[in-house]
């Protein structure tokens, strides 16, 4: 409601009606008249600049004066139409009755506005077929409106304003109130932009505007309008202003395409506010500041603002701020900076400080620098998005010194040369996203001359020639994730210095080094490296020195037939508890020793299931370590030069599935509340399994220094069981094995952990590892006691072959018999490792090789096979020559025969007994063995 009535005006602020005449005198006590007992009135203020009154058809008029005076307003209405034509009238020049005017022609859609002076009268004849009609009324000086309604049925009629006066004095008018669309300057009442910024900036009305004092206002009436500059550009604001609107879908001021829209002055550095408005269209040829232009240090802050399809044309000094270009610093918060563009840089925004917030900044351009932004000194971003934007050479969202941004995104941005998301001396990005952008040379993501923090965030899909997620100086990483990003070198980080913690590096590929991170420095913990690819080198890391810890590497791969280095390559480098598995190359498919004296030390790790980048070979470590202890190596003759049962160190381990969960998986424990360490996404690692060898098989003096600090990459303490803590990346609540060492069952059987079987028993031994039941025998198979006068009858499948030195060493020949069961052979040692095998105090019985050789023990090993107090009886090879050789032992080498038996054995072609090609036999019975040439 008004504050001040509108006193001695067409109605009250209470909205009624003074007074119905049947004519006007101007007298001080005027003469009413009944209407029409049908017609009514209602009054309603439609807000600081209106008011509206509406004839109804079905009350009376109220013609009391609410402070006990009358009015000279003077309202008639007649049954009938003057001249029958249905037309409007109203009268012209200062509504000097009898003046008549036509104006039907000008009636849109039952809507007619007439401006009005100090006094006047009108006339409003109106047809019986209309249900609504709205005159509205206008001062010309203060902008306020009189809206009056008719509403009815069948009626015709007229009504006659006459002599109504306006007491300007006596009104409050808000003070710099824009009331009309027009670009205009004119002694017409009305109050235009052009003209509120004129007064502003002389202190003084203009025209139609009071001394706006500092705050240009818009009517409510313009909303849905646009503003259009249309005879030269507005002028220069050299005050301190708000421009405020009726907001940024409400009212717009389009510079035509043809002029700037607000420029600031330098004189006296004004500061200037501009709210709840769209700014589009707007355009400085060879010029800056396409939308705004400010030469003032003073602060900008636009609120709530689109500024929209703005452009600059020029290159180099000018050019600059398709949407601003300010000298002094801005702030943006709630706005749209969209489709701007620059001949050089700052397609949006050009400034020596940008602030923004809450902001989308999108499908800017610029030639030269900063698609979205371009600030000299500083950018902060917060709470944004910054999308689709492009530069032809640098920073394709934002090119400024110092750069932070948090709880943002920034996408699909381009550069033409180094920077598709930022470009930056220094950065500090936390909490935010930056995907699909692109640079043509560095930094796909993220650019950075000197060093940049990134925290809690996420970089996808980025690319760029060196660093498709981050090219920097220095970059430190932490609980973030670098995922799908391309680049020759270094697909997720290219670096002088990395630094990467409690971060996953996922699907990020590398056309030459470093499919994760390459760099000449590399320290990572507590961090995840997978499926990366590189051609050449280092799928997951390449550099010249790394130092990793708690951090798992898995399935990363290098292409090239001559490529190293499936999950690291350096020169020098410190591996502490951590997991490489199932990386592939040529050479390393775990870990590549460059050549050069640089120390490379890998303790309390796990090396195991790394393959050449066929997958068909196993390749853990290529060149030899500097030293290692409390190691899984899984490939002996890969093994760095660790040797089993040195140091601590558990080398031959082939088959990983006895270690730990190939499936990587996000094996997070319970976070605790505010630990600064574990970030919102899941840590994968491949947890260890029951009874594998990594339980508690670490140094703890290892654990408990840095880098591990007896914590794991879950940042969970070490150890978990025991006094000792796992080898790897995972610390498990598992137990260390605790199974009898020596075979203690009859039974056949395979992966119960309740007996150690005999075929356990050879697993155990060939993997180093437990298995089922058994540990692992670390070279020797025994037997229980308990096991004297029983018999291990093969009900399964044949044994597994024996790949790896051993002894099986029973109670004696008497005493514990292993029975092929007249379907298997008993013993197979293969050629392909070539085993030293050692088999005493045991008899062998029924064995049958069919079509084979051997038909109790067949040995195709390089290796010496030594058969010592054994009784081998009626066993069977059959089959045609080159099979059917050795029914009790077939050699394809050396065997030594001693203190044994063998009887009742047959070789359909050769060798009953023994067919070999050097055989030793002492102290020994060869008897009723038989074949068919001896």
């Known amino acids: 409601m008004h504050t001040t009535p509108y006193r001695r005006s067409l109605f009250w602020a209470t909205g009624v009606v003074l007074a119905l005449l049947s004519s006007c005198t101007g007298s001080t006590s005027p003469t009413t008249t009944a209407l029409d007992p049908d017609l009514t009135h209602s009054v309603a203020e439609l807000g600081d600049d209106e008011a509206s009154i509406t004839l109804n058809l079905a009350e009376a008029l109220n013609t009391t004066d609410p402070v006990g005076r009358m009015a000279a307003a003077v309202i008639v209405v007649t049954p009938a139409d003057l001249d029958g034509n249905n037309d409007f009238f109203v009268p012209v020049g200062q509504f000097a009755p009898g003046t008549i005017f036509n104006i039907s022609d000008l009636l849109v859609a039952g809507v007619l506005e007439a401006d009005y002076l100090a006094q006047g009268s009108l006339i409003i004849s109106f047809s019986p077929n209309q249900n609504q009609t709205i005159i509205t009324l206008r001062n010309r000086t203060t902008g306020f409106r009189v809206r009056i309604r008719i509403r009815g049925g069948d009626f015709r009629g007229q009504i006659s304003l006459a002599n109504f006066v306006f007491d300007e004095p006596t009104v409050v008018i808000p003070t710099g109130i824009v009331n009309t669309a027009m670009d ?9 932009l052009r003209e509120a910024i004129a007064a502003n900036n002389n202190n003084q009305p203009e025209n139609g505007c009071n001394n706006p004092a500092g705050t240009i206002t818009f009517v409510n009436s313009l909303v849905g309008e646009t503003i259009l500059i249309s005879t030269t550009a507005l002028p220069t604001i050299s005050a301190d202003v708000k421009i405020q609107g009726l907001g940024a879908d409400q009212l717009t001021i389009s510079g035509n395409d043809q002029f700037r829209i607000f420029e600031i002055a330098a004189n006296n550095n004004p500061v200037v506010t501009i709210e709840k408005l769209t700014l589009t269209d707007g355009r400085a040829t060879y010029a800056n500041g396409g939308a705004i232009l400010s030469a003032s240090k003073g602060l900008l802050t636009i609120d709530s603002v689109k500024i929209l399809d703005s452009t600059v044309t020029g290159f180099s000094e000018i050019g600059r701020g398709g949407g601003i270009r300010t000298d002094g610093d801005v702030m943006v918060s709630n706005s749209t900076i969209s489709g701007n563009s620059a001949g050089s840089n700052g397609g949006g925004i050009y400034a020596p400080t940008v602030t923004l917030s809450d902001s989308t900044v999108s499908s800017n351009n610029a030639g030269l620098n900063g698609g979205g932004i371009r600030a000299t000194t500083a950018t902060t971003v917060s709470d944004s998005t910054l999308n689709g934007n492009s530069a032809g050479s640098n920073g394709g969202s934002i090119y400024a010194s110092i750069t932070i941004v948090t709880d943002s995104s920034l996408t699909d941005g381009f550069a033409g040369n180094v920077g598709g998301g930022i470009l930056a001396t220094t950065a500090t990005v936390s909490d935010s996203t930056l995907s699909g952008n692109t640079a043509v040379k560095r930094g796909g993501g993220i650019s950075i001359a000197n060093s940049v923090s990134v925290s809690n965030s996420t970089l996808e899909g980025n690319s760029a020639g060196y660093g498709g997620g981050i090219n920097a100086e220095t970059a430190q990483v932490s609980n973030s994730i670098l995922q799908s990003n391309r680049a020759n070198f270094g697909g997720g980080i290219s670096a002088t210095t990395a630094t990467v913690s409690f971060t996953t590096l996922a ?29 050449f080198y280092g799928g997951g890391i390449n550099a010249n020195s790394v130092i990793v810890s708690n951090s798992t590497l898995s399935g990363n791969s290098v292409t090239s037939s001559s490529g190293s280095g499936g999950g690291i390559r350096a020169k020098g480098a410190s591996i502490t508890n951590s997991t490489l598995i199932l990386n592939r190359a040529s050479n390393g498919g775990g870990i590549q020793r460059r050549s050069g004296s640089n120390p490379f030390v890998v303790n309390n790790t796990i090396v195991a299931g790394n393959t050449n980048n066929a997958g068909t070979i196993l390749k853990d470590i290529n060149n ?3 030293s290692g202890s409390n190691n899984l190596i899984g490939d ?13 160190n558990i080398v031959g381990v082939a088959d990983i599935n006895l270690v730990l969960n190939t499936i990587l998986a996000a094996n997070s424990p319970t976070i605790q509340a505010g630990d600064p360490n574990v970030g919102t996404e899941p840590v ?22 840095a880098p591990v600090n007896n914590q794991d990459q879950r940042d969970q303490p070490r150890p978990q069981t025991g006094t000792n803590c796992d080898i790897g990346s995972f610390e498990s609540d ?41 540990v692992d025998p670390k070279g020797t198979i025994t037997f229980a006691t308990a096991l004297s006068g029983g018999t291990i009858t093969i009900t399964n499948t044949a044994l597994p072959a024996i790949t790896e030195d051993v002894v099986i060493d029973g109670p004696g020949a008497n005493d514990l018999t292993v029975s092929g069961n007249k379907q298997f052979r008993v013993f197979e040692i293969p050629q392909a490792t070539s085993p030293v095998v050692t088999i005493q105090e045991l008899t ?48 394809s080498y050396t065997v030594a025969v001693s203190n ?35």
Do not use: W
């Not at 023994?914 to 038989?930: D, E, F, G």
């Open 184 to 192: 205009v300057v004119a002694d017409d009442g009305m109050c235009s």
């Open 507 to 535: 699907g990020n590929t590398a056309g030459s080094y470093g499919g994760g991170i390459n760099a000449d420095s590399v320290t990572t913990g507590g961090s995840t490296f997978t499926n990366n690819q590189a051609q």
């Open 624 to 626: 030899t370590l500097t």
């Open 636 to 648: 002996k003759a890969t093994s760095g030069g660790l040797t089993d049962g040195a140091n601590g």
């Open 684 to 705: 994968l690692t491949h947890a260890l399994v029951p009874n594998s060898p990594a339980l508690e098989a670490g140094d703890p003096a290892i654990c408990a220094a």
């Open 734 to 774: 598992l137990a260390a094995p605790s199974l009898m060492g020596i075979v203690n069952t009859l039974l056949d059987e395979s992966g119960s952990e309740a007996d150690c079987s005999l075929r356990e028993a050879i697993i155990a031994n060939n993997n180093s590892a437990p298995f089922g039941g058994c």
């Open 844 to 891: 062998l019985t029924e064995g049958l090789a069919t079509d084979l050789s051997g038909g109790a023990v067949f040995s195709d090993s390089t290796g010496l096979l030594t058969m010592n107090s054994v009784t081998i009886s009626n066993s069977t090879a059959t089959g045609n020559f080159p099979n059917g050789l050795g029914g009790g032992i077939f050699a």
């Open 900 to 934: 044994s038996t063998l009887s009742g054995n047959s070789g359909e072609v050769d060798g009953g007994g023994i067919a070999t090609t050097s055989a030793t036999v002492s102290n020994s019975t060869l008897n009723s063995n038989s074949a068919s040439r001896g």
